[in-house]
């Protein structure tokens, strides 16, 4: 459906949602630029079965978000055509009531909007998803962007979601605030967010390059504030960026002699990497010829001084029963869902 002549016929004072979606089409974008000012709430999603008859510019939608100062949660899912070589790159939208962002495409169209929107200190819920970005891109432009973001107001709320992807190669970086509960009249002083931080590389990403990805993303907010992390990708670096870790999910990890051990040879030898670790979830680990030996291992040093730490292993995983008993007598709670396609390292429980 052609809705540009119903936005022509109608002036929309006190329209405050909008939402267009599917299969329909604009053949002139200017008339919902000067029909609507007072718009809360913005969802434009444009799949691909029909085509455009005009594809939005940049500037067609950052105009329509300056018309409509007042917007609070946005949503564009959809193709554009970047034109920010004839605007002024210093020129910026202000967003000063945004609560929720969402904003989904190719890279050359998402980001020209993203780098001219004014956002507030404070954003409820924040997605950006980048499509065809090579991670080259992504390492260049994301950090930059959470730390821009963060920069703003370390407190951010909910959840900052930001993502790339090109052919086989995918980045995911995920953020979110662990509401503090405090007990007693007297809380305390420090308020501090504590944060949750979710960091995913595909396979075919250079293992040198992802860590140091990781590293700097968790960098970005104070060490002491991140306390629940997951990744599929875990260095003895990003471990001591992050001393007060509560929670670590780690997924696909290489289980091998050493793991989660500090340099026998080094430094901190004899140290906890995790001092304050409660949980650590394992999810498909590949164990290798040492099968649960190294989680043994460290969860006999993690509780050698009577501190309470619980395991949690799941996906394609397998304990026999002897090694359930050695980390149930360890740990202080032992989760463990069994793979449904199970394969012994040892043979003996088939």
Known sequence: ???SDFFARHHFPKLR???LFNNFRISCWDHL?????ALTELFLD???TTPLSAVPTTSQILSLLASNPNIRSLTLQWLTVSDDSG????SLVPLCHLKRLCLVGEFREVFPIVHRLELPQRIDNARIEFHECEFEEADEIIGPYIQDYLRRDPRFKDRLEISASSGSHSTSINASVVEVEHHGPNPPQDDTPRATFEIELSDHVPTDVGEGLGIRVLAL??????????TNLM???EAIVVPNLKTLHLVNPIVSSGFLLLDPGGPNAG???LPHLEWLELESPDLGLDDWDPVITYLTHQTSDGQSVSLKAFGEVHMCPEVVEEIEDLVEELTYTPSTEPSCFSGDCF
């Open 46 to 48: 444009q799949n691909n």
């Open 271 to 273: 140290r906890k990497l």
């Open 235 to 237: 260095t003895e670096e």
């Open 221 to 230: 907010l104070p060490p002491e504030s991140v306390v629940s992390f997951k």
């Open 1 to 3: 459906m052609d809705v």
């Open 33 to 37: 630029n000067s029909h609507t000012t």
């Open 17 to 19: 949602y909008l939402y």
């Open 87 to 90: 605007n002024d790159s210093t």
